[in-house]
């Protein structure tokens, strides 16, 4: 059984960016066939996904995000990263990574972690 | 980007009652659509997939139908445990704005 841990700052400045990690468990990165990716849920709103990535390097983002996110996978500690630029209070939300199977459904979800930018 | 537009915004029943929840895809998606369940404070669970497939361990009473632009997740019998927000997503992209089902 998967599972998945994101790690990260609960705070982020306006202007600056959000750097996440999920590490993951129970199974290889490298050896899988899921993609890695992110989805955000702001306060009350529903999920909005944000950015999978194969560890061969495919790489899948969402058009009103893509300018500003980057994603990338460490397969020798198993972890796979988010890097969002430029955040605004628009940013504030739940972020969690997951897996997706062959870039459709999400089978697993790690618990989330709240970030919230503000001065 | 196919915009996904569920109805209605708030659904509410009685246990026992028949659930019916609407998606909507702005362009054909063919069968490429998920349904995920969120209850309060959890995170969302993967129900169906494929637009009929049930994920493993899903209950028997929730099935998805439809293809296309038109979908539809049923619940036969509402359970309390199934009092949550239902949410459809285009596989690997957008989600629609969910479904609340509440008790009547």
């Known amino acids: 059984q998967l599972q998945l841990q994101e790690s990260g700052p609960g705070l982020v400045k306006p202007s600056e960016t959000l750097s996440l990690t999920c590490t993951v468990s129970?199974?290889?990165?490298?050896?899988?066939?899921?993609?890695w990716g992110w989805i955000r849920q702001p306060p009350g709103k529903g999920p909005e996904w944000i950015v999978s990535?194969?560890?061969?390097?495919?790489?899948h983002y969402n058009p009103s995000l893509e300018s500003r996110v980057t994603e990338s996978i460490d397969t020798s500690k198993n972890q796979f990263s988010l890097k969002l630029t430029s955040v605004t209070a628009a940013d504030t939300a739940t972020y969690y990574c997951?897996?997706?199977?062959?870039?459709?459904?999400?089978?697993?979800w790690g618990q989330g972690v709240l970030v919230t930018v503000s001065s | 980007e196919v915009v996904l537009t569920q109805s209605p915004d708030t659904l509410s029943l009685s246990p026992g009652e028949r659930a019916t929840l609407s998606c909507r895809a702005a362009?054909?998606?063919?069968?490429?659509l998920a349904w995920y369940q969120q209850r309060p404070g959890q995170t969302p669970r993967l129900l169906i997939y494929?637009?009929?497939s049930r994920a493993t361990g899903v209950p028997d009473r929730f099935s998805g139908g439809g293809s296309g632009t038109d979908f539809t997740l049923t619940i036969s019998r509402v359970e309390p445990e199934d009092f949550a927000v239902y949410y459809c997503?285009?596989?690997?992209?957008?989600f629609g704005q969910g479904t609340r089902l509440e008790i009547k």
């Open positions: 997951v897996t997706i199977v062959a870039g459709t459904r999400v089978d697993y």
């Open positions: 494929g637009a009929s």
């Open positions: 997503q285009e596989y690997g992209s957008m």
């Open positions: 990535m194969y560890h061969s390097g495919d790489i």
């Open positions: 129970g199974g290889s990165i490298s050896r899988s066939t899921y993609y």
């Open positions: 362009q054909s998606v063919g069968s490429n």
